[in-house]
């Protein structure tokens, strides 16, 4: 199969960046090495090409209305400038996927706009969902990054570096927050989010191929590391943010997911996936995403069994060393009953059983957030 590559990916070869296959594309996974770029970002800001994600504009009248009828969360909650993360759900209550709403307001005096940003993997199968239920009510469903590049500048360095690249103040721009932004030497003002998936503050940035080429430049003169999927990865794990796929799918609903404040059973919205959500409601989740601290320095990754009082319980959905906490950390779906801070389980590690307490999520909290 003929992996896609992103407007980045030459740059990112230039400087190095060891490239592998994900979800279809050719991506770096890294660069100057997991635990420099893991530290950058916690110590200082480092950037991650993502243009790999989906990137989707819904426009025409009465835009959140009709999105509602996908997702659980009251969309009415966020305005103009704002945004939302959320999910898309199937009739069993299953996540198809996660994504970021944000809200661009009114574009006329009859219509509206929201961008999506959904999952690499999903892109295809999200898109055809999304248009078959927005298409036949008139509303449109565009690609808006096409061939264009999506950046994530990330660390509490991150925004003073755009501000310093603006020349504006961004401190009237809040957690999930955007807007339009105009950076020296770019052709075009570019949407600019105060979102990520590290657990720091920063931006992610919807540009042209010519000004992400440009901007990845200026960028890499200015000292920003330049990061890959390795660092992303063990960045999100400590925030214990949710890698789709791996610690949910369409087979676990957003209660068994840790997910259950997206729901919001008591708006009157009618969302493909209520029934089902209301049914596990009343009768309580079987299972639920935790967080483990191994007491070893062992890994647990994706698929290792989680076992208690000898028996297999449960598995672990993500695995991966913390460089901030130099120990090995881990999300697990494990049963209700065991679901609970201070727990000990156990989880097989080629052969080996190393013991596990279950921990409070997440692992790293931002002390500037």
Known sequence: MTLMRTPLYELC??????????????????????IQEHKAVRNSVGMFDISHMGVLRLEGENPKDMLQQLVPSDLYRIGPGEAAYTVLLNERGGIRDDLIVYDLGAIDSERGALILVVNAACTESDTAWIRQHMEPAGLTVTDVKASGVLLALQGHQAIPLLEQL???????????????????GLSHAIFTARTGYTGED??????SAEDGQRLWTQLLEKGVAPCGLGARDTLRLEAAMHLYGQD???NTNPFEAGLGWLVHLEMPANFIGRQALEQIVKAGPNKRLVGLKLEGRA???HNYPVLHDGKRVGVITSGTWSPTLERPIALASIPTALAKVGVTVKVEIRGKVEPAIVTRRPFYRCPRL
């Open 166 to 184: 603006s020349g504006v103040s961004l401190s009237g721009l809040p957690r999930f927050g955007h807007r339009e932004l105009h950076l020296k």
């Open 13 to 34: 070869r230039a400087r190095s960046g060891r490239m592998v296959p994900f979800a279809g594309w050719d991506m770096p996974m890294q660069f100057s090495g997991v």
């Open 299 to 301: 890994i647990a990754r």
């Open 202 to 207: 920063g931006a992610e940035l919807l540009l």
């Open 248 to 250: 949910m799918s369409e």
